[in-house]
């Protein structure tokens, strides 16, 4: 099992169980998708300044800042890590410029 597999499994063990005052995922999901998809949209826009900065270990960290807002903000959602997998193997093989291609004008 990898750290994301772990992370997500707790995040949905957080959300379904857990006491907000014990669990800062608990707190935040309490607050509603919105405020999950605002936290995402700020750990998102920090990892966007420190990829135009250029320190990989900064990078690195605000990386992993956006996996676990993503993942709490799905949840909320009732989106798993599960379903992102299987949609992530549907596209395997597909280039994406063919993809592009493809679409519906
Ligand atoms: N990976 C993370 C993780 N990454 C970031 N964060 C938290 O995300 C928060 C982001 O900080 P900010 O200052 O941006 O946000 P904030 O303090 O909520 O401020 P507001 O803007 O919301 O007012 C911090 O409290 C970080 O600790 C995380 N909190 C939890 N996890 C994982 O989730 C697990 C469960 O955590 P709990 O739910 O707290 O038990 C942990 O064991 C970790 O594995």
Do not use: Q
């Not at 707790?10 to 607050?31: C, F």
């Not at 990892?47 to 993503?70: F, Q």
């Amino acid at each position: 099992m990898t750290a994301l597999t772990r992370l997500a499994a707790t995040i949905a063990e957080r959300r379904d169980a857990a006491d907000p005052d014990g669990s800062y995922t608990a707190a935040l999901l309490a607050k509603g998708p919105e405020k999950t998809a605002e936290k995402f949209g700020e750990e998102a826009v920090e990892a966007v300044i420190e990829a135009v900065r250029g320190d990989p270990a900064r990078l690195t960290s605000e990386a992993a800042d956006v996996l676990y807002h993503l993942l709490v903000m799905c949840a909320a959602r009732g989106v798993a890590l599960d379903d992102i997998e299987a949609e992530l193997a549907r596209r395997e093989g597909t280039s994406g410029h063919a993809e592009k291609a493809a679409r519906p004008r």
